[in-house]
């Protein structure tokens, strides 16, 4: 039975590895058709999309799962023509295959070119978003790439339902069924079947919640690109605009506090918190902000807080434990702290964030240069929101997330980051000395 | 006792990560005069490091090491002299920290910069050549990363003697002395505590034979590029030049047969195979190169060896076994197969090869595009010796490496390679809408 199990998922693995090379060399144009053909079918195949979603709910409410896990994995027609308009954009958008790009020749008369070209072989592992199936399959379509799926067992009817729509528009335009296939099992050991075929997949992307990428990062030989959440910073700087401060930090707080690139942690220069805090306190308290505080700025904001115009804040104010300082709340919450110096935030965010995306709000060039040199995390912004570390925001068109990874990808992956690179080189006969 | 070496290897990790953090904001100018300082005192040390060389080799020959493996131990001072000379040459590279490798200015006016930075700390877990933790430790130098060297048992004490010498250049000159650390014991549980500490160390380069890079592939939770041997392959195909081809094959399988970038495999495209083989199973058994050949060559050549003046070929000869095909040889031999065509050949290649350096040999330029472009390996070189796949002939002045991954680098790896980068966002208090 194990043993079985183990030689399916290898098949499929084998099967994906032939198909991988078959779409290396895909024309835009066909790889086009494709995606073409499943946005086509998307709307006109709701019914057994919608059945297929239904057993899931059905499961999950029968499993007694809360009610934003069960909204969270309700596919509705609306959602389908979203999904339908997102194949389009991705249709729409650059091959980044065959890109040259770097290219010369050496002193003996050989040319190299450095040319873009897919991975591989890719498996994304995922929980439940009903989404992520089609997401990552149009993704890898578009950039070349063979695409292993193995998601969660409470979206399994619905992945399998939009498995097959996919396979159809693949056998529909003329290419490689194998070039997306799902896992037909949740069993874990297939799973970690998976993540040991490092002689024939490429890449491993997981997308979910922390302990999901934890365990694939730790049972893969495999590379993994990693897309853990964040724990990131605004730092308002005793030169900054107060006004522009309480926007950016109001937008990188408020604007979707459950994600990854939203504010958890402020700091603010000990020259103007007196002034600072209070105001964006009370700024952040009308959006039911709660502030955990250092001792330096609770004794500020208390102040404030007692006279009869803050009076609303003081609710929101409580003292801050250590663990508040790495904490990724994911929630109204933010941790506060007063900083002597620019130097202390540099240190101080070097040392608690998790490198994914901060924020000085300065009108100071030359301190936003020294925190952007400094701050060691994929996006560094100089009074911008932390929500803008985002592959749509980028430019990028699409993004299959946000890699907190240094190698490869770092900050938003999209269609590019999708592909590995190969050398080709051109000579007239030269051999090595 | 476990637990006071788990306790080191993580303190110095915690330590490198601190001195990485320094490193990745020191000017150009103060890395080169560490690196110059080294230039200096590596001659200046040779009575102390051929000391340490020769209780590392008394050792070896206590224990019964081969001559071979005892010669790659052996310090010399034209080895040192040697190795001064790369101190200065990565010294006058062009620093790869700071780049901006794209940027532009999205419709909100945010002005986004992808600037290359060092990846952070590098750990090197390498085997008993004496010039590789110099190699290592320059490299990452200059680069911006710190480096935290795991050496093998064989060459513990010259590379003690060159890790004091290292931090000496660093004192001298103002770095920290963290920023290049050997871990003081060989004890292969510090090696598996290194492997584990992800959330300090950013990467792992192992260097050594397959088994070395094979284990830490699996016992990593740290992305891990891998250095792999390869399986290489030239194609002559029907409209080759046989001169080139014999001096292109000639050089891929002989220049030096020990290293990854050698041919290990020929494909004769089959009509051409009655005039071409000859000749190159002659100009290779010249170089006393012995061939395992496929049914058919081997008719064509033993066929050949019966005239009298081909003979001496006859010797050279033997039938192929089926594990002869996917073989790395390193030594002097070579696999021979007929091919029907360049389907068949670029077939063939992306089962049996190992994606390291494939060359096709052909006057047809429609024919060597069509195989650069569907060849699956990190080098395809046309008309080219497959030994051009190396950071020195690709220019990048030195390399830790020739990847054989696809994420992050893939071939030849320099300085370049050894950076991540991070996007710098300059706004004007954009926030998201």
């Given at each position: 039975m194990?043993?079985d199990?183990?030689?399916?998922v290898t098949?499929?693995?084998q099967r994906a590895r032939?198909?991988?090379l ?10 086009d058709?494709a995606?073409?053909?499943l ?8 019914a057994?999309?919608l ?10 409410e029968a499993n007694?799962l809360a ?7 309700t596919l509705?027609?609306a ?9 389009r954009?991705?249709?729409a ?13 050496r002193?003996?008369?050989i ?5 873009r070209v897919p991975i591989g072989?890719i498996?994304i592992?995922?929980e439940?978003?009903p ?7 149009i993704?890898c379509?578009?950039?070349?790439n063979?695409?292993i799926?193995r ?5 399994f ?9 996919i ?5 529909d335009?003329g290419?490689p ?5 799902l896992i037909?099992?949740t069993?874990r050991a297939?799973l970690n079947?998976l993540?040991?075929?490092d002689t024939?997949?490429h890449?491993?992307?997981p997308r979910?919640g922390e302990?999901?990428?934890r365990?694939?990062?730790q049972?893969s030989t ?5 897309h853990?959440?964040?724990v990131?910073f605004v730092?308002?700087?005793?030169a900054a605009d107060l006004?522009m401060?309480e ?5 990188s707080?408020t604007?979707?506090?459950g994600v990854c690139?939203?504010a958890?942690q402020l700091?603010v220069h000990?020259?103007i918190?007196a002034t600072a805090?209070p105001?964006l306190?009370?700024a952040?308290a ?6 955990r505080?250092?001792p330096a ?7 404030a ?9 003081k609710s929101q104010?409580?003292?801050?434990s ?11 919450i933010?941790?506060v702290?007063?900083?002597p ?6 240190a101080?965010i070097?040392r ?5 995306t ?5 009108a ?5 240069a020294?925190f952007?040199?400094?701050i ?6 100089w009074n911008?929101?932390?929500r803008?570390n ?6 990028f068109?699409?993004?299959i997330g946000?890699s907190?990874?240094?190698?490869h990808?770092r900050g938003p992956?999209?269609?590019n980051?999708?592909?590995s690179?190969?050398?080709?080189i051109d000579?007239?006969?030269q051999?090595?000395a």
């Amino acid at each position: 039975m194990s043993a079985d199990l183990a030689q399916l998922v290898t098949l499929i693995a084998q099967r994906a590895r032939a198909a991988s090379l078959v779409l290396a060399t895909t024309p835009t144009t066909r790889k086009d058709a494709a995606l073409l053909r499943l946005a086509e079918l998307l709307p006109a195949a709701s019914a057994e999309l919608l059945a297929a979603n239904a057993k899931d709910l059905a499961a999950a409410e029968a499993n007694g799962l809360a009610k934003h896990e069960i909204e969270r994995l309700t596919l509705t027609p609306a959602k389908l023509d979203h999904l339908a308009e997102s194949v389009r954009q991705v249709a729409a958008l650059p091959d980044p295959v065959g890109t040259v790009l770097e290219d010369w020749t050496r002193p003996n008369g050989i040319h190299i070119r450095k040319r873009r070209v897919p991975i591989g072989v890719i498996g994304i592992i995922y929980e439940a978003r009903p989404n992520v199936t089609i997401d990552c399959a149009i993704l890898c379509l578009k950039s070349g790439n063979a695409a292993i799926l193995r998601g969660g067992k409470e979206i399994f009817n619905t992945n399998t339902a939009f498995a097959a729509l996919i396979t159809q528009a693949l056998a529909d335009t003329g290419l490689p069924a194998d070039a997306v296939q799902l896992i037909p099992t949740t069993d874990r050991a297939a799973l970690n079947t998976l993540l040991k075929l490092d002689t024939l997949i490429h890449c491993i992307i997981p997308r979910g919640g922390e302990s999901l990428i934890r365990f694939v990062a730790q049972n893969s030989t495999i590379p993994v690109i990693k897309h853990y959440t964040g724990v990131c910073f605004v730092y308002v700087d005793k030169a900054a605009d107060l006004t522009m401060a309480e926007n950016i930090l109001i937008n990188s707080k408020t604007q979707r506090p459950g994600v990854c690139n939203t504010a958890e942690q402020l700091l603010v220069h000990a020259d103007i918190a007196a002034t600072a805090l209070p105001r964006l306190a009370s700024a952040l308290a009308a959006k039911g902000v709660q502030l955990r505080c250092d001792p330096a700025s609770l004794a500020i904001l208390q102040s404030a807080a007692s006279s009869s115009q803050l009076s609303a804040l003081k609710s929101q104010l409580s003292a801050a434990s250590a663990a508040d300082y790495t904490a990724e709340f994911l929630d109204l919450i933010l941790a506060v702290r007063v900083v002597p110096s620019i130097d202390e935030a540099i240190a101080t965010i070097n040392r608690d964030s998790s490198g994914h995306t901060e924020s000085i709000i300065t009108a100071d060039a030359e301190a936003a240069a020294r925190f952007q040199l400094a701050i060691d995390s994929a996006v560094v912004a100089w009074n911008a929101s932390t929500r803008f570390n985002d592959g749509f925001e980028f430019g990028f068109g699409a993004e299959i997330g946000i890699s907190t990874d240094r190698l490869h990808a770092r900050g938003p992956m999209g269609l590019n980051e999708l592909c590995s690179y190969k050398y080709v080189i051109d000579g007239t006969g030269q051999v090595r000395a």
